[in-house]
């Protein structure tokens, strides 16, 4: 049952670092969402990736934050020069085609924290 | 404005009753909605979709949903202990992502 991985699980940084966080979707799975979830807050988006195209980032920040979705291998969500405030669980999400059809399964998550 | 809208709870319920939890949305055009779990510390988990007025049953959960009213519930039936958790509200207004509430936490009393 091979679900949506996500590694590392946890990941601790110090500020001015960069975290790289990986995202292998379900199987047969050719769409990838991120999300940012704060303590206490809800899930927000950040970016949409189909193989090797960025189809919507607007939910990622201006800087420092950039994602990538290769032919071969993972997705990539990467964040320079981290500030405690990129604290956070990331996470990403797969669906077999566009959202409004079909569903979106989650991972366990990345849990960045930033001393 | 908030896009989707939850109680945050908590909603706390007797053992074998019946959990009760709203969301209501803000874009009329929203098409598909969905139901997550979350436990404290781990990744959501999709437990219900619908996509048409009406309801929609799997088990001992009940999605409804109100285009009109844009309400979407979820009803648990027979509460357990585990089923003690936040559960998500998220909707898809016709774009390339989600839209989530932030939440209503439940807990089934023993």
């Known amino acids: 049952n091979a679900g949506v991985m996500q590694n590392p699980r946890h990941l601790v940084r110090r500020r001015g670092q960069e975290a790289r966080l990986r995202c292998s979707p379900m199987?047969?799975?050719?769409?990838v969402y991120w999300y940012r979830q704060l303590p206490e807050e809800g899930l927000k988006f950040m970016v949409y990736l189909q193989k090797e195209n960025i189809i919507d980032e607007s939910g990622m920040p201006k800087e420092r934050f950039s994602a990538e979705f290769p032919k071969e291998g993972p997705s990539i969500l990467r964040i320079q020069q981290v500030v405690r405030g990129d604290s956070a669980a990331y996470f990403c999400?797969?669906?077999?085609?566009?959202?409004?059809?079909?569903?979106?399964?989650f991972g366990p998550g990345t849990r960045l924290t930033v001393t | 404005q908030k896009e989707v809208e939850q109680n945050s709870g908590p909603l706390s319920v007797p053992e074998g009753a019946i959990a009760s939890l709203n969301c209501t949305y803000s874009?009329?055009?929203?098409?598909?909605f969905f139901w997550y779990r979350q436990y404290s510390g781990k990744s959501p988990e999709l437990i219900m979709f619908i996509y048409s007025n009406g309801d929609k049953e799997d088990g001992r959960f009940t999605a409804q949903l109100n285009k009109a009213s844009q309400y979407v519930s979820l009803l648990i039936r027979d509460s357990q202990p585990s089923d003690s958790a936040t559960y998500l509200c998220?909707?898809?207004?016709?774009?390339?992502?989600?839209?989530f509430g932030t939440g209503t936490r439940l807990t089934v009393i023993p």
């Open positions: 874009d009329r055009g929203s098409q598909s």
């Open positions: 199987k047969g799975h050719s769409h």
């Open positions: 998220a909707v898809n207004p016709g774009a390339n992502n989600l839209f």
């Open positions: 999400a797969s669906s077999e085609q566009r959202t409004s059809e079909y569903e979106q399964y």
